[in-house]
């Protein structure tokens, strides 16, 4: 389909683009983070991938994704198209690479599309799988990017993530003044509070990295802190709250206990004491009091994990991971899960006992076993959570819901005895 063309090319000034991000063929490996949302939306280090290109090429980006999310995703097509592999993270290398491209010219790591510049006209026949014999591909080969293909790549990657963005957010910047109240260890030019930003009465080590607090978000008094640390707008750690680094609170997440590098992707909560690492929530997630997962198997062997595609758990090449969580999902207090646990959508967790591994969508139950979350309750209960942060469930929220409710019927086999 592409040709592999090695040219030198003078840099063009970045402008205004009309982003195009699609989900590739590995996309059901990301699930079930992705029933819910393009690849695009996951968040890794301060922002979601989508935001991270929105700001590099100062334009909007929309969706090449499944069909049932495109009402609440569209896509938006322009007569200038830059296309882009959803689950590519810019680097400032890529950044420019992407920037030099001309009409009808692609980025490839080996067969793989990462980034093409495309017209209407081709953009269409390249939407309706017709060859594109003038496409000429530019093989990547060394330059360094981060690319998303299995849940525990967000929390893997989010050091690395979260510096990148802290410099792209920061660059040219004053921090809001930090109230002297607070111990700070390593330098202040690693801290960056935004505007309406509180902290007080912490401990902030930035040695190991850098803290990032959002707009309007807070830190209570006696937490302590080692970076990197990202807090995005409205996100509250609680007092006491002990964070280890790399560690992301999306936008009005609130989080308490100890967390050592867990990304909550957004209005999720983990507001009391109990243990969470080496771990991804969704949106609308929330982990009861005392609750814990263990990130570190007792005979510390190779973590292996759910893995959709396969219907089986396979290898992770990790030694320490703990939980990835769909969006809607609860756990009671207490609640114990193991080591490499996948938790699917609007599940609601409770009862003594570790869970299973794997815990399809919309069951409720534990241990002891499971039944189906009605789907009519599973909207009431969503009503309620995104209620308390302004957040309106639409229809579009519903038919998502729907269809992963069918998507994911083969994996509660209690429903086979029906």
């Given at each position: 389909?592409?040709?592999?063309?090695?040219?030198?090319?003078?840099?063009?000034?970045?402008?205004?683009?009309?982003?195009?991000?699609?989900?590739?063929?590995?996309r059901?490996?990301?699930?079930?983070?992705?029933?819910?949302?393009?690849?695009?939306?996951?968040?890794?280090?301060?922002?979601?991938?989508?935001?991270?290109?929105?700001?590099?090429?100062?334009?909007?980006?929309?969706?090449?994704?499944?069909?049932?999310?495109?009402?609440?995703?569209?896509?938006h097509?322009?007569?200038?198209?830059?296309?882009?592999?959803?689950?590519?993270?810019?680097?400032?290398?890529?950044?420019?690479l992407?920037?030099?491209?001309?009409?009808?010219?692609?980025?490839?790591?080996?067969?793989?599309?990462?980034?093409?510049?495309l017209?209407?006209?081709?953009?269409?026949?390249?939407?309706?799988?017709?060859?594109?014999?003038?496409?000429?591909?530019?093989?990547?080969?060394?330059?360094?990017?981060?690319?998303?293909?299995?849940?525990?790549?967000?929390?893997?990657?989010?050091?690395?993530?979260?510096?990148?963005?802290?410099?792209?957010?920061?660059?040219?910047?004053?921090?809001?003044?930090?109230?002297?109240?607070?111990?700070?260890?390593?330098?202040?030019?690693?801290?960056?509070?935004?505007?309406?930003?509180?902290?007080e009465?912490?401990i902030?080590?930035?040695?190991?990295?850098?803290?990032?607090?959002?707009?309007?978000?807070?830190i209570?008094?006696?937490c302590?802190?080692?970076?990197?640390?990202?807090?995005?707008?409205?996100?509250?750690?609680?007092?006491?709250?002990?964070?280890?680094?790399?560690?992301?609170?999306?936008?009005?997440?609130?989080?308490?206990?100890?967390?050592?590098?867990?990304?909550?992707?957004?209005?999720?909560?983990?507001?009391?004491?109990?243990?969470?690492?080496?771990?991804?929530?969704?949106?609308w997630?929330?982990?009861?009091?005392?609750?814990?997962?263990?990130?570190?198997?007792?005979?510390?062997?190779?973590?292996?994990?759910?893995?959709?595609?396969?219907?089986?758990?396979?290898?992770?090449?990790?030694?320490?991971?703990?939980?990835?969580?769909?969006?809607?999902?609860?756990?009671?207090?207490?609640?114990?899960?193991?080591?490499?646990?996948?938790?699917?959508?609007?599940?609601?967790?409770?009862?003594?006992?570790?869970?299973?591994?794997?815990?399809?969508?919309?069951?409720?139950?534990?241990?002891?076993?499971?039944?189906?979350?009605?789907?009519?309750?599973?909207?009431?209960?969503?009503?309620?959570m995104?209620?308390?942060?302004?957040?309106?469930?639409?229809?579009?929220?519903?038919?998502?819901?729907?269809?992963?409710?069918?998507?994911?019927?083969?994996?509660?086999?209690?429903?086979?005895?029906a």
């Open positions: 389909m592409f040709q592999s063309e090695h040219e030198t090319k003078s840099e063009k000034p970045t402008m205004s683009a009309n982003i195009i991000l699609f989900d590739d063929e590995r059901d490996h990301l699930l079930p983070l992705v029933y819910t949302r393009p690849v695009g939306e996951l968040r890794v280090g301060i922002l979601t991938i989508r935001e991270k290109w929105e700001r590099y090429l100062k334009g909007r980006a929309s969706y090449i994704t499944q069909d049932y999310l495109m009402g609440k995703y569209p896509i097509v322009s007569g200038e198209n830059i296309v882009i592999n959803g689950g590519v993270c810019p680097s400032d290398m890529l950044f420019r992407v920037n030099e491209l001309d009409f009808n010219e692609a980025l490839l790591q080996g067969d793989d599309l990462i980034a093409a510049k017209d209407a006209h081709q953009f269409e026949r390249l939407m309706n799988d017709q060859e594109v014999d003038s496409l000429k591909g530019f093989d990547l080969e060394d330059t360094p990017y981060i690319r998303i293909r299995h849940p525990y790549d967000i929390f893997m990657y989010n050091d690395e993530a979260l510096r990148q963005d802290f410099a792209l957010l920061t660059r040219n910047r004053t921090s809001e003044r930090i109230s002297n109240t607070n111990t700070i260890i390593g330098s202040e030019d690693d801290i960056f509070l935004e505007k309406g930003a509180k902290v009465c912490s902030l080590n930035a040695s190991k990295g850098p803290i990032y607090v959002g707009a309007n978000a807070e209570m008094e006696g302590i802190i080692r970076g990197p640390l990202a807090m995005n707008e409205g996100a509250v750690l609680k007092m006491g709250a002990k964070i280890y680094g790399a560690t992301t609170l999306g936008p009005h997440c609130k989080v308490g206990g100890e967390v050592n590098n867990v990304v909550f992707t957004g209005y999720s909560n983990k507001g009391h004491d109990g243990f969470l690492g080496n771990a991804v929530l969704g949106e997630c929330n982990i009861g009091a005392d609750s814990n997962n263990s990130n570190l198997k007792n005979n510390y062997a190779q973590v292996k994990l759910w893995d959709y595609p396969s219907g089986k758990f396979k290898k992770t090449g990790l030694q320490f991971c703990g939980l990835i969580m769909g969006d809607h999902s609860k756990c009671g207090i207490n609640t114990m899960f193991n080591t490499g646990t996948v938790v699917g959508v609007s599940t609601n967790i409770y009862g003594s006992g570790f869970p299973r591994n794997f815990v399809p969508s919309f069951a409720w139950g534990g241990a002891s076993g499971y039944m189906t979350f009605k789907l009519e309750k599973a909207y009431e209960t969503a009503r309620i995104m209620a308390r942060r302004g957040v309106e469930l639409d229809d579009e929220d519903k038919k998502i819901m729907e269809h992963v409710m069918e998507a994911s019927k083969s994996y509660r086999a209690w429903e086979k005895g």
